[in-house]
């Protein structure tokens, strides 16, 4: 019967460290991992998307360019140029190392305990969010380096998808 109990706990552990994949698609809510847009402007977008926990910097980052590209080709446009971009929240650093110390007195007697432990992020890591702020343009390309071809992006990241 212990083993059983033994066995059923581990399953649930090993279950509540699974996380969600971090996919390309729309946010079903304001903190929801995927993308989201705002229109400022004809031909000029704020576009955020949010990683599930554990979601690598450059893949967030590439699916908020990824979503510029989709929005550019589909208002008509060749190419578009990013005004501004942050990332919100820091990617996991990896493992940490904890140090604990502590001390009690029952009456007569003391005792003094040191710990040592190593975290384990079992939630998967912070989310992180990358927002751009894009205008479109259509034609030729302008030379620069935060300007983007959207055909090209959707083909490139599009892939990875």
Same mark, same amino acid.
């Given at each position: 019967?212990?083993?059983?109990?033994?066995?059923?706990?581990?399953?649930?552990? @090993?279950?509540?460290?699974? !996380?969600?994949?971090?996919?390309?698609?729309?946010?079903?809510?304001?903190?929801?991992?995927?993308?989201?847009?705002?229109?400022?402007?004809?031909?000029?977008?704020?576009? !955020?998307?949010?990683?599930?926990?554990?979601?690598?910097?450059?893949? =967030?980052?590439?699916?908020?360019?990824?979503?510029?590209?989709?929005?550019?080709?589909?208002?008509?446009?060749?190419?578009?140029?990013?005004?501004?971009?942050?990332?919100?929240?820091?990617?996991?650093?990896?493992?940490?190392?904890? =140090?604990? @110390?502590?001390?009690?007195?029952?009456?007569?007697?003391?005792?003094?305990?040191?710990?040592?432990?190593?975290?384990?992020?079992?939630?998967?890591?912070?989310?992180?969010?990358?927002?751009?702020?894009? @205008?479109?343009?259509?034609?030729?390309?302008?030379?620069?380096?935060?300007?983007?071809?959207?055909?090209?992006?959707?083909?490139?990241?599009?892939?990875? !998808?």
């Amino acid at each position: 019967m212990n083993r059983l109990i033994l066995a059923a706990t581990a399953a649930l552990a @090993v279950s509540a460290c699974a !996380t969600a994949p971090t996919l390309y698609q729309p946010a079903a809510g304001r903190d929801a991992v995927g993308y989201s847009e705002y229109r400022i402007e004809p031909g000029r977008y704020r576009i !955020t998307f949010r990683g599930g926990p554990g979601a690598p910097p450059e893949q =967030v980052s590439d699916y908020a360019l990824l979503r510029a590209a989709d929005l550019a080709l589909a208002d008509g446009y060749d190419w578009f140029r990013v005004s501004d971009r942050f990332l919100e929240g820091q990617p996991d650093r990896g493992p940490r190392l904890s =140090v604990g @110390v502590g001390g009690a007195s029952f009456g007569r007697r003391s005792a003094v305990g040191v710990g040592v432990s190593q975290g384990i992020p079992l939630g998967g890591g912070p989310s992180l969010a990358s927002t751009i702020e894009v @205008v479109m343009g259509k034609g030729d390309r302008p030379r620069g380096a935060d300007i983007y071809d959207a055909r090209a992006l959707r083909a490139s990241i599009g892939a990875r !998808t």
